[in-house]
């Protein structure tokens, strides 16, 4: 597979390139951004993962998939590197207040939900209909920003494009 994918929709835009600890901090970096002659950290190990986007985050990073390597293990650790390197990403996918993360059209909520609901702590939220996905399920399913990745997860920066009147 390609590291990275050139979508054919947005053919004026150079793609960003896939970035991770080793670019950052100036290095020569190998596959994935990992220097082959140099021994992972001691303190934290490094993940790489397939990063899939759509639609508002596609626009925002000019590819729609890659690989990313990171140091840890978890949806947080990757979400603090890639917002490091892709700031515009973080105001396109996180809510800053809990109005940011729901839309009015809704249905009203009935007094007792079916189930068990949850949904990330203030400040994890994503906006109003982009999603984070982790091997197709939604983080607030799993473990939140708290959720174990592990070398060749998927995780899926979804926020589609809405038209409706």
């Known amino acids: 597979m390609n590291e990275h994918v050139r979508d054919p929709a947005y053919p004026e835009r150079e793609p960003a390139l896939p970035r991770g600890p080793a670019q950052r901090d100036g290095r020569a970096a190998g596959r994935n951004g990992v220097d082959p002659g140099e021994e992972a950290d001691a303190t934290e190990a490094e993940t790489t993962v397939t990063v899939r986007c759509t639609?508002?985050?596609?626009?925002?990073?000019?590819?729609?998939?890659?690989?990313y390597a990171f140091e840890g293990d978890t949806l947080r650790a990757f979400l603090d590197e890639l917002f490091e390197d892709y700031s515009e990403l973080q105001d396109v996918l996180i809510a800053e207040s809990e109005s940011d993360a729901t839309h009015s059209g809704w249905a009203p909520t009935p007094e007792e939900l079916p189930g068990t609901w949850s949904k990330n702590p203030a400040g994890e939220q994503t906006v109003a209909y982009a999603r984070i996905l982790v091997n197709g399920h939604f983080n607030e399913n799993e473990n939140g920003f708290d959720t174990k990745l592990e070398e060749g997860d998927r995780v899926a920066l979804v926020y589609p494009f809405m038209f409706c009147r």
């Open 55 to 67: 639609g508002h985050v596609r626009t925002e990073i000019g590819v729609c998939e890659f690989e």
